[in-house]
């Protein structure tokens, strides 16, 4: 989902800091990115692992735990300062004003939709994902829609790449699965025996036992 079909306007880093500089904390967005990319660079190695009960209660609670964590690689330890950020945040990543569909998706999809039998999403995500992709007018070009929150496991941890196998009625050797992470997507999906396939917006990646395609109409020559 996330630099793969949607673009996220950096609401939650702009949040972070309008309320840290409030509370008189003298932080940048450059110290902000590099707390978030320490954080998440952290986070998929235990999610590799990490399993959980996936109910609503759950997936509140483990994204009020990733708040917490990027404030306290930031110094940010206020319980009031934190409780309101996560519950700004939260709001933010359900609302579809927070995301932009990359221009080519919307024909991408369709034309993927006269390529493949079966067309899913796959994304470490909450667990509004599927009506958020209903708001953005994504839904309608998916069979399914997998996220992290209601199956208890994120990418790259195997299972949820056996739930999509399942949801999506395939094989391994029979399915590609396209993301922006080499860790999460596409080692993930090689770990299981799916083609991984990198989404590179930057050009920045290292040359590969992947394809890499710059943006997601470059699937279409992969499949």
């Known amino acids: 989902m996330g630099f793969t079909l949607v673009d996220l306007h950096s609401g939650y880093d702009r949040t972070l800091l309008e309320l840290a500089r409030g509370a008189g904390y003298p932080i940048t967005l450059d ?4 707390a978030s990319h320490t954080f998440w660079q952290a986070q ?5 692992v ?24 930031l110094g940010i330890t206020d319980p009031a300062l934190l409780a309101d950020l996560s519950r700004r945040a939260r709001a933010a990543f359900r609302d579809p004003a927070t995301y932009t569909v990359f221009p080519e998706v ?10 493949v039998p ?5 994304s470490n995500w909450g667990w509004f994902l599927p009506e958020l992709c209903e708001q953005l007018g994504l839904a ?4 399914f829609i997998v996220t992290s929150a209601r199956v208890g496991c994120s990418k790259p941890n195997p299972c949820i790449f ?5 949801r999506a009625g395939s094989t391994p050797e029979r399915t590609l699965h396209v993301g922006d992470s080499l860790s999460a997507d596409v080692y993930g999906a090689q770990a299981v025996g799916i083609t991984g396939a990198l989404v590179d917006r930057t050009g920045t990646s ?8 710059r943006s997601l109409d470059g699937v279409l020559g992969l499949l």
């Open 140 to 143: 309608r070009y998916f069979d």
């Open 118 to 122: 079966r067309l899913g999403i796959l």
């Open 206 to 213: 290292a040359p590969g036992d992947y394809p890499v395609v």
């Open 31 to 34: 110290d902000i990115h590099a």
């Open 44 to 48: 998929t190695v235990e999610d590799a």
């Open 50 to 73: 990490h399993t959980w009960e996936p109910t609503v209660e759950n997936d509140a609670a483990i994204g009020y735990e990733i708040d917490r964590r990027i404030c306290a690689l």
């Open 162 to 166: 056996h739930e999509m196998l399942r």
């Open 106 to 115: 919307f024909e991408t999809l369709a034309a993927m939709r006269r390529i």
